[in-house]
Every structure is written in C-alpha cells, then in structure tokens.
C-alpha cells in the first residue's frame, strides 16, 4: 500500500481536477462550436467558442507544468521554477485573460455593439506583452492566479451587464436591494419582475410568486 503525504494527495487531487476541467472546457468548446455551425457562425458564438477554447488552453498549461519538469506536483514535490515552467504559466495567464475578453467581445457581439478588429488585435497583444510581464514579476502559480481573478470576475460582471442592458447606477441598485432582503441579484430581478406583471396584469397566473426574503433564506 502507498503512503502518501498530505502534500502528495493534494497535489493528486489537485491533478485529477485540473485533468476534469480541460475535458469540461474541451466537451464545452465543442458544444458551441456545433451551435456556431447550426446557427450560422453568428460573432457572439463564435466568439464564445474561442472563448472556451482559451479557457481548455489555459488549464491543459497548467497541467503541462506539472508534467513537464522532472519532478512536479503529481510525484509529491513542489514544481520547480524553470524557463519552462514560466513558457506554460505565460500561457495559462494569457490564455485566461483571453477567456474573459473573448466573453465580453461576444456579448457586444450578442448586443449588436462588435468591438473594431484592429482594436481587437492590439487588444490581444497587450494581453500578450502584461501576461509576459506578470509572469516575470509574480513567478509562482498561486499569484498569478490571483492576479487573473482580478480580472475574470469583474469580466463577468460586465458581461451580465451587457446583456441585461442595465446602466450601472441600476444594476447597483438592484445589487444593494438584494442584498438588503437577502436575495441574490437573479433572485430579486426575477421577483421584480413578477411583482410588475402580476401588477400589470399580464399573466393570467404565473406558477409562483418570489418568495418572501425568509422563506428563500431558509430554502
């Protein structure tokens, strides 16, 4: 039987989990590579799918790095910090920061609002040029790590409001609101809504009204 150490079923499962979430990001860029087909390669999906085909890249990077040097993760050691190691957490870095603005190109796609190609290639070079230079400054994975959430959650922020179409002194608003009543922010836009057309009356009967803030708390 094989002892392991604590360090070594971490990186074990840390391993299996990055190995899970290439073959989702590759499963998911195939899926919306048939919808681009079926839909006729609109720009917005097109776009997603190069989107999840960055994120595929950016983890299969991760997983190089720790194939790649003599003695990685997998077999119980810290990852050694070479040239080669810094090539694949390069990639990932810029890989990830192209997964979020290749979300934000297709929801201006999706709104009929494209982002101009020139700008768009410069825009790709400078992800280039920052991520080559983070990766100098930060060499270890946990800090680039952070650095890209940085950027990839407030990405998805801006993603939602664009195709929800709310200024943002509303969805602000709505945010704070939500919080107050302790609702998500899907949560209490739905409510919203159907308190407006059970009001308007234009539903003759919708399944259920939201329910109050207790009542969603407990569930």
Same mark, same amino acid.
């Not at 392991?4 to 299996?16: G, M, N, R």
């Not at 790709?124 to 930060?138: D, K, N, P, Q, R």
């Not at 890209?148 to 609101?177: D, M, N, T, Y």
């Not at 836009?189 to 969603?216: D, F, H, M, T």
């Given at each position: 039987?094989?002892? @392991?150490?604590?360090?070594?079923? !971490?990186?074990?499962? !840390?391993?299996?989990?990055?190995?899970?979430?290439?073959?989702?990001?590759? =499963?998911?860029?195939?899926?919306?590579?048939?919808?681009?087909?079926?839909?006729?390669?609109?720009?917005?999906?097109?776009?997603?799918?190069?989107?999840?085909?960055?994120?595929?890249?950016?983890?299969?990077?991760?997983?190089? !790095?720790?194939?790649?040097?003599?003695?990685?993760?997998? =077999?119980?050691?810290?990852?050694?910090?070479?040239?080669?190691?810094?090539?694949?957490?390069?990639?990932?870095?810029?890989?990830?920061?192209?997964?979020?603005?290749? =979300?934000?190109?297709?929801? @201006?796609?999706?709104?009929?609002?494209?982002?101009?190609?020139?700008?768009?290639?410069?825009?790709?070079?400078?992800?280039?040029?920052?991520?080559?230079?983070?990766?100098?400054?930060?060499?270890?994975?946990?800090?680039?790590?952070?650095?890209?959430? @940085?950027?990839?959650?407030?990405?998805?922020?801006?993603?939602?409001?664009?195709?929800?179409?709310?200024?943002?002194?509303?969805?602000?608003?709505?945010?704070?609101?939500?919080?107050?009543?302790?609702?998500?922010?899907?949560?209490?836009?739905?409510?919203?809504?159907?308190? !407006?057309?059970?009001?308007?009356?234009?539903?003759?009967? @919708?399944?259920?009204?939201?329910?109050?803030?207790?009542?969603?708390?407990?569930?």
């Amino acid at each position: 039987m094989i002892d @392991l150490s604590k360090y070594e079923v !971490s990186a074990v499962v !840390s391993f299996i989990g990055t190995i899970v979430q290439t073959s989702v990001a590759i =499963l998911l860029a195939g899926l919306f590579f048939l919808l681009s087909r079926r839909a006729g390669r609109r720009p917005y999906t097109v776009a997603w799918t190069w989107a999840l085909v960055a994120l595929a890249a950016a983890i299969g990077a991760v997983v190089a !790095s720790y194939l790649l040097p003599a003695s990685g993760p997998i =077999l119980g050691v810290p990852v050694r910090i070479t040239a080669v190691v810094l090539v694949c957490y390069t990639a990932y870095l810029y890989c990830k920061l192209l997964f979020t603005g290749l =979300l934000v190109v297709g929801a @201006l796609d999706f709104i009929g609002q494209p982002i101009n190609r020139l700008v768009l290639k410069s825009a790709g070079l400078g992800l280039a040029i920052t991520s080559m230079v983070v990766v100098l400054l930060l060499p270890t994975l946990d800090q680039i790590v952070m650095v890209q959430s @940085l950027v990839f959650a407030p990405g998805l922020a801006v993603c939602g409001l664009i195709l929800l179409r709310l200024p943002p002194e509303l969805h602000a608003a709505i945010e704070k609101w939500a919080a107050d009543e302790l609702r998500s922010v899907n949560g209490q836009i739905e409510y919203l809504l159907a308190q !407006s057309v059970n009001k308007a009356g234009r539903a003759r009967r @919708l399944k259920a009204e939201a329910p109050p803030p207790q009542e969603e708390q407990q569930s």
